[in-house]
């Protein structure tokens, strides 16, 4: 059981840095549910929210949507599961996507271009 959604913990947006911070945006995790509900599948979060210094260490723009609590990257092991992610995220209206090799990107920043598709 989360204590955001039925799924989904405040802990796991957390920043990887061990910092805390976690202010990731319950809308955005409300529709991460709904993609978790229609692609079946238990969704590991790669990276959600990102201090100013992680963001860096990790390669992040300046601008990611990570650092105001709109993203996530989502771990996906397979095509299959990518497939699935990808397939529910348009159903749910996710209008910025990036794909890479191991995860798929999702936001809901409304202050840069949208919609977008990109890969990593």
């Not at 202050?111 to 598709?117: S, V």
Request: proline fraction near 2%; hydrophobic fraction near 40%; glycine fraction near 10%.
């Amino acid at each position: 059981m989360g204590d955001l959604t039925k799924d989904f913990d405040r802990s796991e947006f957390a920043c990887r840095c061990g910092c805390g911070y976690d202010a990731i945006d319950l809308t955005f995790v409300e529709k991460l549910q709904v993609v978790r509900d229609i692609s079946g599948a238990a969704l590991y979060i790669n990276s959600g929210c990102r201090c100013v210094k992680y963001n860096a260490e990790v390669g992040g723009v300046p601008h990611s949507s990570h650092l105001r609590g709109l993203a996530a990257d989502i771990s996906t092991r397979d095509g299959e599961l990518r497939f699935k992610v990808l397939d529910a995220a348009f159903k749910v209206g996710f209008k910025r996507i990036g794909i890479g090799s191991s995860f798929v990107h999702l936001d809901i920043d409304s202050e840069l271009p949208f919609p977008r598709l990109w890969t990593y």
